[in-house]
T-cell receptor, first 114, second 108 residues
Framework: NAGVTQTPKFQVLKTGQSMTLQCAQDMNHNSMYWYRQDPGMGLRLIYYSASEGTTDKGEVPNGYNVSRLNKREFSLRLESAAPSQTSVYFC?????????????FGDGTRLSIL | RKEVEQDPGPFNVPEGATVAFNCTYSNSASQSFFWYRQDCRKEPKLLMSVYSSGNEDGRFTAQLNRASQYISLLIRDSKLSDSATYLCVVNMWNDMRFGAGTRLTVKP
């Protein structure tokens, strides 16, 4: 049982390049999330998907887009990467948005924008 | 004011010590509360949920004070393996807000 799997684990981009971060969960969870974590700050929510077919903005959505491809997969896309998007990105899932259950995290993608 | 505030530390304690972390939150309508542990360059992992009556899991005790809007984590008999960053998480309708974390180093 892999839980939440993220790819890639590391990536270096040049300013203006685009890329997609992939996330998949095998726990049959309804809700999925993308966070970024920067030094000295808590995790901040970028986008979430409460259930298959829906996506909503979180606290810091600018510069990102997401796709909930199916129940298992939730991808995050940077259309034109900027140095301010250098961060560690975590995907998470939970049983449901109104369940008040804890979230389970993938092991992160370390992204550097030069 | 940040929605969830924690003392960043670092807390440096000897093995066997008892250490306590506090966390305050701003939204009185918050519904559920958690402590996560995050090792260096790793993902956050759930340590324990925090219940209204307080709860214990081995050497770890969590308390919630809704009136004062803070939660606490007590670690007894600290082990070297307890060295990590501890994240306070406050949840309202699954809108989870994370504290920046408190760093703990347990030394021999």
């Amino acid at each position: 049982n892999a839980g939440v799997t993220q790819t890639p684990k590391f990536q270096v981009l040049k300013t203006g390049q685009s890329m997609t971060l992939q996330c998949a969960q095998d726990m049959n969870h309804n809700s999925m999330y993308w966070y970024r974590q920067d030094p000295g700050m808590g995790l901040r929510l970028i986008y979430y998907s409460a259930s298959e077919g829906t996506t909503d903005k979180g606290e810091v959505p600018n510069g990102y887009n997401v796709s909930r491809l199916n129940k298992r997969e939730f991808s995050l896309r940077l259309e034109s990467a900027a140095p301010s998007q250098t961060s560690v990105y975590f995907c998470a899932s939970s049983p449901g948005r109104d369940s008040n259950q804890p979230q389970h995290f993938g092991d992160g993608t370390r992204l550097s924008i030069l | 004011r940040k929605e969830v505030e924690q003392d960043p530390g670092p807390f440096n304690v000897p093995e066997g010590a008892t250490v306590a972390f506090n966390c305050t939150y701003s939204n009185s309508a918050s519904q559920s509360f958690f402590w996560y542990r995050q090792d260096c360059r790793k993902e956050p992992k759930l340590l324990m949920s925090v219940y209204s009556s307080g709860n214990e899991d081995g050497r770890f005790t969590a308390q919630l004070n809704r009136a004062s809007q803070y939660i606490s984590l007590l670690i007894r008999d600290s082990k070297l393996s307890d060295s990590a960053t501890y994240l306070c998480v406050v949840n309202m309708w699954n809108d989870m807000r994370f504290g920046a974390g408190t760093r703990l180093t347990v030394k021999p």
